[in-house]
């Protein structure tokens, strides 16, 4: 089984850029596709962007598409989301998930592991 860590949330206004890490650990990565979605209050878990290890393709949601980048760390088992022109709409807890899949699925109730997620707030 493999356990997740996110770290990098935090308050930020409007405009500015914050970066999420998301470190796995429990066993190899090979073959798996790890992804960031996101949860506001009262609305579903949405997927922000992913990353398949196995192929190195990515995916972003449009919603975020040249803002956010998804990418691997030097680290071996972690990927990081860069966030930049942040809005207001962009606030919410940023879960880091994984399943074992070259494909980078979208639905949250397809991924089998979860961190325990990151509150992002962006102030107007």
């Known amino acids: 089984q493999v356990q997740l860590v996110e770290s990098g949330g935090g308050l930020v206004q409007a405009g500015g850029s914050l970066r999420l890490s998301c470190v796995a650990s429990?066993?190899?990565?090979?073959?798996?596709?790890m992804a960031w979605f996101r949860q506001a209050p009262g609305q579903d878990r949405e997927f922000v962007a992913g990353f398949s290890f196995d192929s190195g393709s990515t995916a972003v949601a449009d919603s975020v598409k040249g803002r956010f980048a998804i990418s691997r760390d030097n680290a071996k088992n972690t990927v990081g989301l860069q966030m930049n022109s942040l809005k207001p709409e962009d606030t919410a807890v940023y879960y880091c998930a994984a399943r074992q899949a070259s494909i980078i699925y979208t639905t949250s109730r397809l991924w089998s592991a979860w961190g325990q997620g990151t509150q992002v707030t962006v102030s107007s």
């Open positions: 429990g066993r190899s990565l090979n073959n798996f596709a």
